[in-house]
């Protein structure tokens, strides 16, 4: 009998050796590590917010108590005692309490964790653990483990929220207490009844996991993925602020470059991991990512030098308009100057050009000559009866953003009569600059199907209370006609923190469009369908919903203590989302003269 358990032990060990080597990957199974007792200073902590900043408990202004929960996205045990957390914070937050969800899974990713706490409206701060650091300084081992800790980031508490779920089964009510009681004596200065106490949950899966790494070289497996990847926006002319054409540039950057790529916050994209449709998403694969990570590893090789080094530079016309030579190009007559430092108020100008005939329009590229200086720009039709008005926005270019480029047969209608007014925000660069801005137009070739349409769906009534973590704003608008989508957009500012796009249909299904969980005020992406056949029946409501931090630990808030409304510099706030589409039922059946971008029928 005991040999029989040996060979099965054996059996099992070659299995696990086998699958281990089959994945590419050994896990590290590290000795056990003492944890931290009971009444020890375990803070203040290190983890990343959703915005990939490195933060610590630190962070957390005139707290009195901090409840730390060990989390994953895929725990059943979490998910099931989410509603007793959300409870307890809105219970404990205005006595100085501060929840945290630290989210322990070495594959979660920081936006799968930011679309985690909008999916189940968690409304306090969800962060990463980094390497695990957080989880060995607490003690914690299984989620949802939690942790209490005093303002002088003392432990007072370890263990389970309370005894009513369990994996497996579950009592009708708790007959113990236990979060609760630790947070009401760490309140009251007093020593908790019971300091620590068994969890039943996840274990937490360590960090320490290791991989062959590849055999990986710049010309080989690198420049490949920086030239699909990042080429659009680091290279010479554009906002990027260094460039990545060559294998110096890149190995100067090797670091930080590992670093982004890891946490996926570069390429950029904002979108939730659920919604992976868009014509425009940017993300790496995991298999990329590996390749960024083992090259920056064994020490950035070059490699091979190939004998024809495929071209990096593009010509002086392609760096100044990425649409191609322009049909029409307008410049302002005047050039703007800018202080060193400080807000800088919207600027606006009308370019020197009218339209004489309605005119169609295939693509359009805002080009500042100073990248460096313009966050965005605005652009809109107006004439001597219409003035600036959002009804009447063409297009624009904000941070991350490319030209507006259309699909054959459709057209942006520029009305006849009209001009181009520009609204435009600066930023400051630390020295006075100037600049000038030209925009390019192409005209449509061929035929004009369908006109390019779009809804403004905006709440400008609203007040964002001083320190308020996780405010609502939203609205909607219906479409009264069938209609077929081509892509959103959502704009807010510095206490952005996520939006959503939801439609409503006639027949009561309700669909999920887009989750951005993570909102980035530098990077304002828009999101294109690929088909550009999304179908949206007459009566459809489209619903835009998002949340806004105006507490302290958001760490780009002009002033955590005042009230916030509507209004367009950066310290006030906005709530815009556009959804792009065309009239399904639409067939204009116009051929335009590709000189001059107006109907000859």
């Not at 946490?263 to 994209?269: I, L, N, S, T």
């Not at 993300?283 to 004998?307: F, H, K, T």
């Not at 905006?458 to 479409?479: M, Q, W, Y």
């Amino acid at each position: 009998m005991h040999l029989i358990q040996q060979r099965k032990q054996f059996i099992l060990l070659l299995l696990v050796s086998f699958l281990a080597g089959s994945l590419g990957e050994t896990f590290a199974f590290e000795p056990p590590i003492e944890k931290p007792q009971v009444g020890s200073q375990t803070g203040p902590l290190r983890f990343k917010d959703i915005r990939y900043l490195t933060r610590s408990l630190q962070d957390f202004k005139n707290q009195k108590a901090f409840v730390v929960i060990a989390c994953n996205t895929t725990c059943p045990l979490v998910k099931r005692y989410l509603p007793r957390l959300k409870e307890l914070e809105q219970q404990y937050r205005p006595q100085g309490v501060q929840f945290i969800a630290l989210h322990t899974g070495p594959s979660d990713s920081i936006r799968e964790i930011a679309e985690y706490a909008i999916v189940h409206e968690i409304p306090f701060p969800n962060v990463q653990d980094v390497h695990g650091q957080s989880v060995k300084a607490l003690g914690l081992e299984r989620t949802p483990e939690v942790a209490v800790l005093d303002s002088d980031f003392q432990l007072h508490y370890r263990g389970r929220i309370d005894d009513q779920y369990r994996i497996g089964g579950a009592l009708p009510q708790p007959t113990e207490t236990n979060l609760t009681d630790a947070i009401e004596a760490v309140l009251k200065n007093e020593p908790v009844p019971i300091p620590e106490t068994n969890v039943d949950g996840c274990t937490i899966t360590s960090h320490a996991v290791s991989r062959a790494v590849k055999s990986v070289t710049y010309y080989k497996d690198i420049q490949p993925l920086i030239k699909k990847h990042c080429l659009d926006c680091h290279r010479p002319q554009t906002e990027a602020p260094f460039a990545l054409t060559t294998l110096e540039e890149v190995q100067n950057n090797g670091a930080m470059i590992a670093e982004v790529v890891q946490d996926q916050r570069m390429p950029p994209w904002y979108g939730g991991s659920a919604h992976a449709e868009f014509a425009n998403h940017r993300s790496m694969s995991r298999q990329e990512r590996r390749l960024i990570a083992d090259w920056y590893q064994v020490g950035m090789p070059a490699g091979a030098e190939p004998d024809e080094l495929p071209p990096t530079a593009v010509s002086a016309t392609q760096q100044k308009w990425l649409i191609g030579k322009p049909d029409l190009e307008v410049s302002m007559l005047e050039t703007h100057t800018l202080p060193a430092d400080g807000y800088i108020p919207y600027r606006y100008t009308v370019l020197p050009y009218i339209f004489p005939e309605d005119t169609w329009i295939s693509a359009i590229q805002i080009r500042p000559d100073n990248p460096a200086v313009l966050h965005h720009c605005n652009m809109a039709a107006v004439s001597l009866t219409k003035k600036w008005d959002e009804s009447n926005f063409i297009t624009g270019k904000v941070p991350g953003s490319g030209p507006t480029v259309l699909p054959k047969e459709l057209g942006i209608l520029i009305p006849k009569g009209s001009a181009l007014a520009l609204q435009i925000h600066y930023t400051s660069t630390g020295k006075p600059e100037q600049c000038k801005i030209s925009v390019g137009f192409k005209y449509v070739e061929g035929k004009v199907q369908k006109r390019y349409r779009f809804l403004i769906i905006r709440n400008t009534r609203f007040t964002i209370p001083p320190g308020a973590p996780h405010h609502e704003v939203s609205n909607s608008k219906t479409l009264d006609r069938d209609a077929h989508g081509i892509g959103l957009f959502a704009h807010m500012h510095l206490r952005g923190k996520d939006l959503s796009f939801l439609a409503h249909y006639p027949d009561g299904k309700d669909e999920s469009l887009l989750i951005i969980p993570n909102y980035s005020f530098d990077w304002q992406i828009g999101y294109l369908w690929k088909d550009q056949r999304h179908f949206f029946p007459a009566g459809t409501r489209i619903e835009a919903i998002a949340h806004y931090d105006n507490s302290a630990f958001n760490p780009f808030n002009p002033d955590p203590t005042t009230s916030v409304r509507n209004g367009p510099q950066t310290y006030h706030e906005m709530m815009y989302a556009f959804f792009f589409y065309t009239y399904a039922d639409e067939q204009l059946n116009l051929t335009i003269d590709p000189k001059t971008g107006q109907a000859t029928n």
